[in-house]
């Protein structure tokens, strides 16, 4: 079985799961390959996207990390709002936790499918609560009142 790569829109959690099947990043036309591929699935979705990424079956190599993680950066601002990944060799959760750091949107990786949907959830939460609300209890007056007339 050669390359290929699914992204599921999920709607039971509102996320797009991402899986890779024997992606191999060796060379800078690799990588070229892989943003490609990448941005055409996510740009089908129509908006920015929550994403939880398998990385079980996506391989970084050495010699592209660190072109691989402009790409990744690249992607991630342009279609999606948050995202967390799971699985993978130790290599490519090294490029991306290094090029989280070095280019910016650092990913959180989890254990789980499960962990990684759950933080995913509370990022949510998170983001909910720093929503300004003004205070909207206290009685309004007109500049008239105001001024004491």
């Known amino acids: 079985m050669s ?10 959690h509102d996320i797009v799961h991402a899986r890779f099947n024997r992606c191999l990043l060796v060379s800078p036309a690799d990588v070229d390959r ?3 591929d990448v941005e055409e699935k ?5 908006r920015r996207v929550d994403l939880l990424v398998d990385l079980d079956g996506l391989e970084v190599t050495f010699t592209v ?5 402009q790409a ?3 992607v991630l601002e342009r279609f999606t709002q948050r995202a967390n990944c799971y699985g993978g060799d130790e290599t ?3 490029f991306l936790a290094t090029s989280g750091v070095l280019h910016g949107r650092p990913m959180a990786h989890l254990d789980s499918f499960e962990a990684a ?4 959830r509370a990022e949510r939460e998170a983001s909910r609560q720093r929503v300004f609300a003004p205070f909207s209890g206290a009685p309004q007056f007109d500049d008239a009142h105001a001024a004491g007339g």
């Open 3 to 12: 390359w290929n790569m699914s992204f599921e829109y999920q709607a039971e």
């Open 34 to 36: 892989w943003k490609a």
């Open 42 to 46: 996510l740009a089908g979705f129509g």
């Open 65 to 69: 990390g660190r072109l691989f993680g």
């Open 72 to 74: 990744r950066r690249e």
């Open 92 to 94: 490519t959760r090294m």
């Open 117 to 120: 949907l759950a933080a995913m």
